[in-house]
């Protein structure tokens, strides 16, 4: 299923770019409400995680893509 383009697509370019912008604000939202620890926890390792997501999603699509076009 993670290697199909479409489905690399939708995780590489909507869903986890849209999961590590909601986790900034929350992780933000909690620094600001008072839970920095845990605040500055969210926003570095969550936000990163789902980061780091979506470049591999798009690397994996990227060279699905090769393969399935021969490599041109």
């Known amino acids: 299923m993670l ?3 479409e ?3 939708v995780l590489g370019y909507m869903l986890l770019p ?3 912008l909601l986790s900034a604000v929350v992780g933000l939202t909690m620094i600001l409400g008072g839970n920095k620890i845990v605040g500055a926890i969210v926003l570095v390792v969550v936000t990163q ?3 780091f997501g979506a ?3 798009l690397r ?3 060279s699905a893509l090769l393969a399935e076009t021969g490599g041109e």
């Open 3 to 5: 290697k199909k383009p």
């Open 7 to 9: 489905t690399l697509f």
């Open 18 to 20: 849209l999961l590590a």
């Open 60 to 62: 994996r699509r990227k």
């Open 55 to 57: 470049v591999f999603a």
């Open 49 to 51: 995680v789902f980061t």
